[in-house]
């Protein structure tokens, strides 16, 4: 007897997922791309579909296309700086090199600066290696269009991208060093682990208490991360690994809040700090995000 086939749309759920929170930025809203595109793959004739993986990645990026665009006003009015949406996830996604450095938050934080098009082309050629004329369907464009968009966006996001550490462990041992010195409020240990022109960008949308401007250099950073000690407030961290790279997930049971850390490395020193406590983001935290190319 002849096993039933896996349906096409379950097979590559994990792909669609990643190709729309890549555009995104937004586990919720690549969740509803995700559903909106079942929707529409239950309604076609899949017999007729000759290529089901590029139809349903066609079709997820016309929505998250979509999306995008409905979404500009609302990040207009965000309160104080926007980040992405920190994922928990496992291992084999640190495992994709490549992977894990265009899902980070750094490169994700990067492609906000494209408009939606460009934004949908680099991510369809570069993360997902997707084929010119494939990418042209997609976007509703010629593949020549495309070509040029591509080039373009590959150049934008290559002056603005952190040069990410890629040595796993050495990534790990400077964020095991920041907790440290942050759990123990020294401030010489803190200095010792941040580059001199370290960045630090928090999100808490207007929500959760952060900072509403980057905070810029190390001594300005190690001050504000000191601040719990320094007035007794007890919280908890602990290394776990967000959007494929090492980062922290710091607790505060006096208010029950949550923060998410993530990391650039270079050279064995903290060059970016994204941190992420807008509750409403962090609901991915709880399980593991599946990804995959």
Do not use: C
Request: glycine fraction near 6%.
């Amino acid at each position: 007897m002849t096993p039933p086939s896996v349906d096409p749309f379950v097979e590559h759920r994990s792909l669609l997922f990643t190709v729309a929170y890549e555009m995104l930025g937004s586990a919720a809203d690549a969740e509803d791309v995700v559903q909106e595109s079942w929707l529409r793959w239950a309604d076609v004739e899949q017999a007729e579909v000759r290529d089901p993986r590029a139809y349903l990645v066609r079709v997820v990026t016309r929505q998250s296309l979509n999306r995008l665009r409905s979404n500009s006003r609302r990040r207009e009015d965000y309160v104080g700086e926007w980040l992405p949406e920190p994922l928990l996830t496992s291992p084999d996604v640190a495992e994709d090199v490549e992977l894990a450095e265009n899902v980070s938050i750094a490169m994700l934080t990067v492609l906000e600066t494209l408009g939606p098009a460009e934004r949908a082309v680099f991510v369809l050629r570069e993360v997902f290696d997707t084929p010119y004329d494939e990418i042209a369907e997609a976007v509703d464009k010629s593949p020549a269009a495309v070509r040029q968009i591509a080039h373009r966006a590959k150049e934008h996001v290559a002056a603005r991208r952190p040069r990410i550490q890629v040595k796993r462990d050495e990534q790990q041992a400077a964020v095991e060093k920041f907790l440290a010195a942050v759990k123990g409020g020294d401030m010489q240990d803190l200095l010792a682990v941040l580059a001199p022109d370290v960045v630090m960008v928090a999100d808490g949308g207007g929500i959760a208490q952060a900072a509403r401007k980057p905070i810029h250099g190390a001594g300005k950073v190690a001050a504000f991360l000191g601040t719990a000690k320094r007035i007794n407030i007890e919280f908890t961290g602990v290394p776990i690994s967000i959007n494929g790279l090492p980062g922290a997930r710091l607790d505060i049971p006096f208010d029950g809040s949550t923060t998410a850390l993530s990391f650039v490395v270079e050279d064995g020193l903290i060059t970016r700090i994204y941190a992420m406590r807008n509750p409403n983001k962090l609901q991915r935290l709880a399980d593991v995000t599946s990804l995959q190319r």
